[in-house]
């Protein structure tokens, strides 16, 4: 990766007036709507964006879109990039250093997850609290990494404790249930075995989903404060597994959408 590659995606966005956003919002699989409710909106297609990874043809529809909610200036990211989709992981995180070029000092991010923890049921929102990497490797393993920050990115605390703070008080004073714990990330495409399910359980997981960890490693690197809440989807029963329905995992996600999109509203007034 260059930074002459960043400062031309950068000046695009800039040009199309994308002007000093505050916060950064990735919105996961089944959760474009919060894109819907940005105010005076400028949306580039990330087809558009020099250097941006090119979009799969099932993925002809992801943008950046820029304007403001509850006051304040925000770029979402209606659409992600997956490693299943044979993007690598600097293609993945590649929007994220691009937001925060553009000046985002949040992050916000969701995604569908499974729920390995079996107390978390469909429907629930998780709050990442940390994370494990099983996606074989990381955003931070190029050449030129320390031209951008530290090599050894310190993953001591990579979740914000003020804004997690924040929103569980909001979620507690809204009546939404906001369960807290550690997402672990797999690469997919393919779900997981029973045999895998109960691996993730022995190691410490609660949720496991495809994305976000890549994310939030090169947010840490560029000490970006992030807060990742995952909508769970699914309840992964090793013992009573049945066969994944993805049509079902997305209209769940659909389903419990409007509680994300306002535990992230009410969290951004208060910042
Ligand atoms: N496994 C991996 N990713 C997922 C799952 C799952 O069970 N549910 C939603 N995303």
Do not use: W
Request: aromatic share 8%.
């Amino acid at each position: 990766m260059m930074r002459k590659q960043l400062d031309e995606s950068v000046a695009y966005l800039q040009s199309k007036g994308f002007d000093q956003p505050e916060i950064g919002i990735v919105l996961g699989t089944g959760l474009g709507k919060l894109a819907d409710q940005i105010e005076n909106p400028i949306e580039a297609h990330y087809n558009h964006i020099p250097f941006f990874p090119l979009a799969t043809v099932e993925f002809h529809s992801g943008k950046l879109i820029y304007g403001t909610l509850e006051g304040k200036k925000a770029v979402v990211m209606k659409g992600r990039f997956h490693l299943y989709e044979g993007y690598d992981f600097l293609d993945i995180t590649y929007p994220i250093r691009v937001m925060h070029q553009l000046g985002i000092t949040k992050l916000f991010i969701s995604n569908a997850a499974g729920a390995i923890n079996l107390n978390y049921k469909e429907g629930d929102l998780m709050l990442i609290e940390d994370h494990i990497n099983l996606q074989g490797g990381s955003p931070l393993a190029f050449k030129s990494v320390a031209q951008f920050g530290e090599r050894f990115a310190d993953m001591s605390e990579p979740y914000d404790v003020p804004m997690r703070e924040s929103l569980m008080k909001i979620a507690n004073k809204e009546n939404i249930t906001l369960r807290q714990g550690v997402y672990v990330s797999v690469v997919g495409p393919q779900l997981e075995t029973k045999a895998e399910y109960r691996m993730l359980k022995i190691i410490g997981a609660d949720a496991v989903g495809m994305s976000t960890v890549p994310e939030v490693i090169v947010a840490n690197h560029l000490n970006l404060p992030i807060v990742a809440v995952s909508v769970i989807t699914d309840e992964c029963n090793p013992e009573n597994l049945k066969p994944v329905d993805i049509d079902r995992i997305i209209k769940t996600a659909e389903v419990a959408e409007p509680k994300m999109v306002k535990l992230f509203k009410e969290l951004i007034k208060t910042l």
